[in-house]
């Protein structure tokens, strides 16, 4: 039964290793296309007054809310659609790098919406920022593979 087990363990873990930045560019795209798209619509990402402040704050009051708000959905679109394909992949990281910049940037900007005890007690804008640090991480992690590099079962 135990060498049953561990054959099973090995090919599970086998699939995982040859799949899994795959599915991860997948999926990190796929939330970057969802959010990214709402925000071309007035009213519908949560995250509109919060982004386009913040926008506003870093660049002097030089874009107007209704500007940032589309060049940031389409900035997220890009980034999005570039993890899915994997076409220019080394921009798209750098895109998703600098607008996970923006993105933290709140946290020391509006400190009092992102912290209702700060720092330890997130709002939940706060958190919905906090998060942000997987999808900095799984950059990182896809960003180990433009060179050909690859996950492993082997140890």
Do not use: C, H
């Not at 002097?60 to 940031?72: C, E, H, R, S, Y």
């Amino acid at each position: 039964m135990w060498k049953q087990l561990s054959e099973t363990d090995r090919r599970i873990t086998y699939w995982m290793a040859s799949r899994g930045i795959l599915l991860l560019r997948i999926s990190v795209g796929l939330i970057f296309i969802w959010f990214g798209v709402l925000k071309f619509f007035p009213s519908l990402s949560p995250a509109e007054t919060l982004a386009s402040d913040t926008i506003s704050l870093l660049t002097f009051g030089l874009i107007p809310g209704g500007t940032a708000m589309i060049i940031l959905a389409a900035w997220e679109t890009l980034i999005g659609l570039g993890l899915i394909t994997g076409f220019m992949l080394r921009e798209t990281l750098l895109l998703l790098f600098l607008q996970m910049a923006g993105t933290l940037s709140p946290l020391v900007l509006f400190p009092g919406l992102a912290f209702s005890v700060f720092p330890f007690v997130p709002t939940l804008e706060g958190q919905y920022i906090i998060k942000n640090l997987i999808i900095i991480s799984a950059g990182i992690v896809i960003g180990a593979t433009v060179r050909g590099g690859r996950l492993t079962n082997e140890p």
